[in-house]
């Protein structure tokens, strides 16, 4: 199996751990870092999904796996973030929210969201930037319940878990082009948006032809 990676930057060390784990640990290590990144840990599901999804490309993973063991991932990582907010509350954000991806801002943005939607924030969330990855601490704090709270966040999760991982499929012929352009994790953020969007049409219009001729 080759890769290209960045020659330099950010994104090289977590490329290279991202890859090495995923190669190695295959769908488990997809799950793992997946949790992380749901538990409040710094891995970007931007980075993750769209390397799994370049290796299922090249035919070391399947990318309908790819996409349930990200989901799996997240689910199990929202559970440690839900009981974090049942059991600490505001107080283990002041406490602890430094050392992770949780910042009163971002957990008063959760908070207004979760007030207006409801359950239902878990669901519509997953799809958003920032909320996406916070939502179940206010969820844990609000005391949801934890079966609809556990199957909004699975279903949730699949959507955004495959478009990455099919965003990275679609561009495995291109990666190493990509990935000379992007040396750093901010630019590759910048990029993931709207690939995966310009993917998603591409598709999307293919399948809106293929019914037409159909038809």
Known sequence: MTFMIPKTGLLRAIAEAVLELISTGGYVAVGFLMALESALMPVPSEVVMPFAGYLAYLGELSLAAVTLAGAVGNLLGSLLAYYAGL??????????????????????????????????????????PVVRTVIAFPAGMGRM????????????????????????????????????LTEDLELAALLAAPLVIYVLYRHAKSWSSGAEESA
């Not at 910042?103 to 799809?127: D, K, M, N, T, W």
């Not at 679609?170 to 990509?178: D, E, H, I, M, Q």
């Open 145 to 180: 319940n934890l079966t609809r709270f556990s199957l909004y966040t699975l279903v949730g999760s699949l959507p955004w878990c495959y478009m990455l991982a099919y965003a990275g499929y679609r561009l495995g012929p291109y990666w190493s082009k990509v990935m000379e």
């Open 87 to 128: 059991y600490g509350g505001r107080r283990f954000v002041e406490r602890y929210g430094r050392y992770l991806m949780l910042s009163r801002r971002h957990l008063e943005l959760a908070e207004e969201f979760f007030r207006r939607y409801g359950s239902a924030a878990v669901l519509i969330s997953r799809l958003l």
